[in-house]
């Protein structure tokens, strides 16, 4: 299999989580604490691959610019956040007074179709790099992809709209996600832009929206999960290496 197919199977595979996310949101019986454990495992996992990994393969293409849009990409999710979505929280969102007006909810939707189209660019960057990277990067984005759809699946119906918008919402950002795949692929000569970019996005992620939901629950368990997920991806990034 070419590494573009791989890449376009793995970030349909991504995309197909979120919509399992926007799936359990629309169920009634379900354990959400087993949400909370993937966003542990995830940030753990997510921080470790941008750091270890992500930081330095682009200060390796482009060091002279590579801090800048490491800076650009970490920022501009932040943009989105606190203008764009403001009052949003990337775990279960359940508040309707929050979300009472439906473009606050749409806002949201909009801020997070950002992030997915990163996350795709992410996966993209990471195996026009190497395979070894672009499994790992793909493994980071897909431990938060179920919470990402729940989150915007809850987000509408807090807000009052229908399951099926819901449901259809967590769709968008799937497809979201491939569309940041091929279109880093279609633009592979921005590479040196693209890769930074991604990893500033995945900072922010995993240490401004992942690690501070992982805090509100106190207790060793979560705590030994977020170590789980930099273990694991410390543990695949040594065997793809040997």
Do not use: C
């Amino acid at each position: 299999m070419s590494s573009l197919a791989l890449t376009i199977m793995l970030g349909l595979t991504a995309a197909l989580a979120d919509g399992v996310g926007g799936l359990i949101i629309i169920q009634r019986h379900w354990e959400r604490r087993y949400l909370r454990y993937f966003m542990a495992v995830g940030s753990g996992f997510m921080l470790a691959t941008a750091l270890v990994e992500m930081v330095p393969e682009s200060m390796r293409f482009s060091p002279e610019h590579a801090p800048a849009f490491l800076l650009l990409g970490y920022f501009l999710v932040h943009f989105f956040e606190h203008t764009v979505t403001a009052h949003f929280h990337f775990g279960e969102e359940t508040h309707a007074t929050e979300f009472l007006h439906t473009h606050k909810s749409y806002s949201v939707l909009l801020g997070l179709v950002v992030h997915t189209f990163f996350d795709g660019i992410a996966i993209a960057s990471g195996f026009l790099v190497s395979k070894s990277l672009g499994w790992l990067i793909f493994l980071a984005v897909f431990l938060h992809k179920i919470p990402e759809g729940f989150t915007v699946g809850s987000v509408m119906l807090a807000s009052g709209r229908s399951r099926r918008v819901a449901f259809t919402s967590s769709a968008i950002l799937g497809a979201s996600t491939v569309a940041g795949v091929l279109a880093m692929w279609a633009f592979a000569p921005m590479l040196h832009v693209g890769l930074p970019l991604s990893a500033g996005v995945t900072l922010y992620v995993a240490a401004s929206d992942l690690i501070p939901e992982v805090n509100k629950e106190p207790g060793f368990r979560m705590a030994m999960l977020v170590f789980v997920g930099v273990a694991t991806m410390l543990a695949l990034d040594y065997l793809a290496r040997v």
